[in-house]
């Protein structure tokens, strides 16, 4: 099946702090998910995004599904912003697959 | 409204007991999915529904039984539990069909986190 790759695993940032979280898979997929899970363990829907590039407020995400790899940006990080990320993809006939997920820790 | 909601949001049980988990989403989705979380790892597929027909089992032991009653409810009926078994369960529904060419935008229940003892 695909394989999912996130990196880095674990990221401490300043609050302010930009930051780029990516995500390789290994095959070539027609789904592709950025999830924020936060400390009470709730996914929180980021950017549904197969392929192209999307923005929503201080997040953005660039996937580019011919070289297999997608970038989610964050940028003047807040507190808030702490958790885990987690990227989801679906191959094509296959099941969602998750990453190992980056765990982001922001401090004041 | 992209709400999934599940109940309940905690729950310990025996290894004796019989206990449900429960899934609800008003979005006239098709696709429903059990998804389990061990910590600090990512959620795994258990079982996916589509037009309230199982049509994928991850290779989940028969303890673990899923019913979808309508396209609005998922259920988890659990039995004769083990410990390894404590975990979050998570709920999520899509739009589209599941296994099929092309499925959509997943969402996620707040879960439940299931304690065995």
């Known amino acids: 099946g695909i394989q999912v790759e996130q990196s880095p695993p674990d990221l401490i940032l300043q609050e302010g702090a930009n930051s780029t979280l990516r995500c390789n898979f290994s095959?070539?997929?027609?789904?592709l998910q950025w999830f924020h899970q936060n400390p009470w363990g709730q996914l929180i829907n980021l950017f549904y995004?197969?392929?192209g590039t999307k923005q929503n407020g201080r997040l953005s995400a660039t996937t580019v599904a011919t070289e297999r790899y997608s970038l989610l940006y964050i940028s003047s990080s807040q507190t808030t912003d702490s958790g885990v990320y987690f990227c989801?993809?679906?191959?094509?006939?296959?099941?969602?697959?998750f990453g190992p997920g980056t765990r982001l820790s922001v401090l004041p | 409204d992209t709400e999934v909601t599940q109940t309940p949001k905690h729950l310990v049980m025996g290894m004796t007991n019989k206990k449900s988990l429960k899934c609800e989403q008003h979005?006239?989705?098709?696709?429903m999915y059990w998804y389990k979380q061990k910590a600090k790892k990512p959620p795994e597929l258990m079982f996916v529904?589509?037009?309230?027909?199982?049509?994928i089992n991850e290779s989940v032991p028969s303890r673990f039984s899923p019913e979808c009653p309508n396209s609005s409810l998922l259920n988890l009926h659990l039995h004769a539990l083990q410990p390894e078994d404590s975990a979050l369960y998570l709920c999520?529904?899509?739009?589209?069909?599941?296994?099929?060419?092309?499925?959509?935008?997943?969402?996620f229940g707040p879960g439940t986190r299931l304690t065995v003892t």
């Open positions: 989801a993809v679906r191959g094509y006939g296959q099941n969602f697959v």
């Open positions: 979005m006239g989705h098709r696709a």
């Open positions: 995004i197969p392929s």
């Open positions: 095959d070539s997929v027609n789904n």
């Open positions: 999520a529904s899509s739009p589209g069909l599941a296994g099929g060419p092309v499925t959509y935008e997943q969402y």
């Open positions: 529904y589509s037009y309230e027909k199982l049509s």
